[in-house]
């Protein structure tokens, strides 16, 4: 009966290790592959395939000193649009960007992808950031 008891308090103690257990950490090369389907399908039309815009139109996002300046501000552009002008890599733009229907984890992969394509190099936006900005 001893050992049933040290049997059962040993089951509880793995059962509950295994339940605070850390999440696994974000998979940044998993999210940029799933942004690119996204940003094909959402984004290519005005920033084109390599990411470099339309002249005096849409603005380039590769090698972007506006896109990669402010994390938080991307995330809202794309939940929420984007009006007047903006400065990108010393030159003005002043188009509207529409806003688009998109999951958090949606925006997380797009903003990934963007983020880290064309010469482009930026810390994860994960789906937490995108939910609390849309606060």
């Known amino acids: 009966m001893k050992n049933l008891f040290y049997l059962g308090c040993t089951i509880a103690v793995v059962i509950s290790f295994c339940s605070f257990q850390k999440k696994p950490a974000f998979d940044l090369k998993a999210s940029v592959t799933r942004g690119k389907e996204i940003y094909q399908a959402q984004c290519l039309t005005c920033h084109q395939e390599s990411g470099e815009g339309l002249e005096d139109v849409y603005p380039p996002l590769a090698k972007s000193d506006y896109l990669m300046a402010d994390k938080k501000r991307s995330i809202v552009q794309i939940?929420?649009?984007a009006t007047g002008a903006m400065k990108v890599n010393g030159?003005?733009?002043?188009?509207?960007?529409?806003a688009f229907d998109l999951s958090d984890q949606e925006v997380s992969d797009v903003l990934n992808y963007v983020r880290n394509s064309w010469s482009n190099k930026g810390n994860a936006v994960t789906p937490e950031e995108v939910k609390a900005a849309r606060r």
């Open 79 to 81: 939940i929420k649009g």
């Open 91 to 98: 030159k003005e733009y002043n188009m509207e960007m529409t």
